[in-house]
T-cell receptor, first 116, second 112 residues
Framework: EAGVAQSPRYKIIEKRQSVAFWCNPI?????LYWYQQILGQGPKLLIQ????????DSQLPKDRFSAERLKGVDSTLKIQPAKLEDSAVYLC??????????????FGSGTQLSVL | DAKTTQPPSMDCAEGRAANLPCNHS???????VYWYRQIHSQGPQYIIH???NNETNEMASLIITEDRKSSTLILPHATLRDTAVYYC?????????????FGTGTRLKVLA
């Protein structure tokens, strides 16, 4: 089966510019997650969707970050305006509910963002 | 906040078993322990997960202590390709769904 697709793979922008990342989860996966991973750290959850509704966005810097998941499938994460500290890998993951025991996360390869 | 604590780095000789410890002393009764690994420039890859019984699959074994406050991931015969960062994660229930909280991980280096 196809995995989680993300694009672009790399992005370089200057501070104060805007940027958008795209994610296509595994077909049929209702839950979609965006994580931010700063170099040398573990992934940090930014936002979690269940179908097209937001379940948790408590860690999302809402003054500059936004995300949407139209029709409960693809998702876009946007940063506007970008700051130097936003340089990180942005990971998208998805999961399907197979009962408490069966569920697990599947990750895409991520988008590496460099803000200059 | 992360619910797990791991050593920052470990070395293992190729062909030997790699035993990666994880502390999750605040885990609740219905929270699962997951292990993922991340090879440079890739997204995290699922390894194994469990609730309270020991688990084994084609990649690894997971040993969870009886009090569930700690666990150990065992790679039985480590190869150079197992060099990666290994994350121990507790899956929590939040807002009717599951949330996966990553810690800082253990950087495993397999030596030839």
């Amino acid at each position: 089966e196809a995995g989680v697709a993300q694009s672009p793979r790399y992005k370089i922008i200057e501070k104060r510019q805007s940027v958008a990342f795209w994610c296509n989860p595994i077909s049929g996966h209702a839950t979609l997650y965006w994580y931010q991973q700063i170099l040398g750290q573990g992934p940090k959850l930014l936002i979690q969707f269940q179908n097209n509704g937001v379940v948790d966005d408590s860690q999302l810097p809402k003054d500059r970050f936004s995300a949407e998941r139209l029709k409960g499938v693809d998702s876009t994460l946007k940063i506007q305006p970008a700051k130097l500290e936003d340089s990180a890998v942005y990971l998208c993951a998805s999961s399907a509910y197979w009962g408490a025991r069966g569920e697990k996360l599947f990750f895409g390869s991520g988008t590496q963002l460099s803000v200059l | 906040d992360a619910k797990t604590t791991q050593p920052p780095s470990m070395d293992c000789a190729e062909g030997r078993a790699a035993n990666l410890p994880c502390n999750h002393s605040t885990i609740s009764g219905n929270e699962y322990v997951y292990w993922y690994r991340q090879i440079h420039s890739q997204g995290p890859q699922y390894i194994i997960h469990g609730l309270k019984n020991n688990e084994t699959n084609e990649m690894a074994s997971l040993i969870i202590t009886e009090d569930r406050k700690s666990s150990t991931l065992i790679l039985p015969h480590a190869t150079l390709r197992d060099t990666a960062v290994y994350y121990c994660i507790v899956r929590v229930v939040a807002s009717g769904t599951y949330k996966y909280i990553f810690g800082t991980g253990t950087r495993l280096k397999v030596l030839a």
